[in-house]
């Protein structure tokens, strides 16, 4: 919301000078409005910083700015509007005046599926370069900060700042092959920051805080189903806590800080418990050992006693969230190949099934009978995922989608070969978008 405040706007123009500042406007808006095309984002950024040199000049009127923006605001609620669409601006539109600006302000970036930037060659970037320098950084800044909409604002501006030296650097130097080798080498540590905290805000911003504290307790339980819910709930909810802190934080270092010095607590706990974990651990560079970590696929489940179910008392006291949260833990340590996106459906129905019954006339008598009908249906639901996935993780995707027909031919004697078709689609683009580690959570959820 401040960000339409005169003072702060001109201040930041004073002190970036206008070609930072307009590079910095690139990012933000194109990280906003992250399913803008290059050109809309064009728009709105050169209006933004026409209405900063005009209006922070020396001797400006003080209600130039006041007027420019509100007529900024006015043209974004236009139908005709020549500026990037945003899921929220018609909600922002039906207010007036301020309202309205400080509404359009605080805009969120719309999560986004997957990143899709794809680097292109050293020899095409160097190419694009010369042709336009200018033009090239524009459009480098616009692709990688949509494309990486979730990573802080911080993270994105050394990103990318690093990368358009290196290109200067590199396409101008008699050796560009090894500059470029060893420029990418001091840059990946940045790369792998920026792909990590994309990938962490994301899941952040479609859960929240406690859920996202969850769905990190599940995946760990499932790396290492030895590990005691006690020895992995202060992990989750230190990760969840990074997060908070963060993902919308304007903090130079908060993100790379935070993520390093949980690294280390998770090392501390996990290095004697599991030698993946120790081999992730081992590195010099945390950040290489945090993204080692997120991409240990799941371990075998062990062989563990029964788990025992909370009673209906404990569900409805105070420590009912935690109650559920434990018998989620041990349903997700006991099968290693359930998806985040079934996981945290479940931790949804759990959430909603104790708010349904603890406040209604008869607790126990509605859990019961609520608990019987969500075991009938849970159980072969589990199941199918749980070996979905498992084939998928194990098998290369031709002979996968070879075993998901047969097992589909069987299972459905009475479809047609077109139904057979669509199921078959219809559970691999599952698998092939769900089952994997950073599955994107908005489009699982609407899949389960």
Do not use: W
Not at 80 to 107: I, N, Q, V, Y
Not at 133 to 155: G, H, I, M, N, T
Not at 342 to 347: E, F, G, H, N, T
Request: aromatic residues 6%; proline residues 7%; hydrophobic residues 35%.
């Amino acid at each position: 919301g401040k960000a339409y405040v005169r003072e702060k706007v001109c201040q930041e123009y004073r002190m970036l000078g206008k070609e930072n500042f307009r590079t910095l406007t690139i990012i933000a808006n194109s990280r906003k409005y992250s399913n803008g095309t290059f050109e809309e984002i064009g728009h709105l950024v050169r209006e933004i910083v026409s209405l900063a040199e005009t209006c922070c000049a020396d001797g400006a009127d003080p209600s130039c700015y006041d007027a420019g923006s509100t007529a900024l605001s006015v043209k974004s609620c236009r139908a005709d509007s020549p500026f990037p669409a945003h899921p929220g601006t018609a909600e922002c539109c039906a207010h007036e005046g301020l309202e309205r600006k400080l509404c359009l302000a605080a805009l969120r970036p719309p999560p986004q599926p997957l990143p899709q930037y794809l680097q292109p060659s050293d020899r095409e970037l160097c190419q694009a370069f010369r042709q336009d320098p200018r033009e090239f950084a524009d459009r480098f800044l616009y692709e990688y900060s949509s494309s990486y909409s979730q990573a802080p604002l911080p993270v994105l501006l050394g990103s990318t700042k690093t990368f358009l030296s290196m290109v200067s650097t590199c396409c101008i130097s008699p050796a560009p092959t090894a500059c470029f080798l060893k420029e990418k080498l001091e840059r990946k540590t940045l790369s792998l920051l920026t792909l990590t905290s994309n990938r962490i805000c994301s899941r952040f911003s479609a859960y929240g805080k406690d859920k996202v504290s969850f769905s990190y307790l599940a995946s760990l339980a499932q790396k290492v189903p030895t590990a005691s819910f006690e020895d992995l709930l202060p992990l989750a909810e230190d990760a969840a806590e990074v997060s908070s802190q963060c993902c919308d934080s304007v903090a130079e270092d908060c993100m790379q800080k935070k993520l390093l010095e949980h690294t280390a607590k998770v090392c501390s706990v996990l290095s004697g418990r599991d030698g993946r974990f120790a081999d992730c651990c081992r590195g010099k560079n945390l950040m290489e050992n945090h993204f080692c970590i997120l991409a240990l696929p799941p371990a075998p489940a062990p062989r563990l006693p029964e788990a025992s179910e909370p009673t209906n008392k404990e569900l409805c006291g105070k420590e009912g969230a935690l109650h559920t949260t434990r018998s989620l833990f041990e349903l997700a340590r006991r099968h290693p190949s359930l998806p985040d996106a079934i996981l945290a459906k479940l931790y949804d129905s759990s959430g909603k099934l104790r708010g349904e019954c603890c406040s209604s006339k008869d607790p126990s008598a509605c859990l019961d009978s609520k608990r019987k009908r969500m075991e009938a249906e849970l159980r072969p639901l589990l199941e199918k995922a749980s070996q979905l996935c498992g084939q998928y993780n194990k098998l290369p995707f031709l002979e996968f989608k070879k075993r998901l027909r047969e097992s589909l031919t069987q299972a459905e004697p009475e479809a047609s070969p077109a139904q057979l078709e669509e199921l078959l689609e219809q559970r691999a683009s599952f698998a092939s978008t769900c089952c994997l580690l950073d599955a994107p959570p908005l489009l699982c959820a609407s899949k389960v």
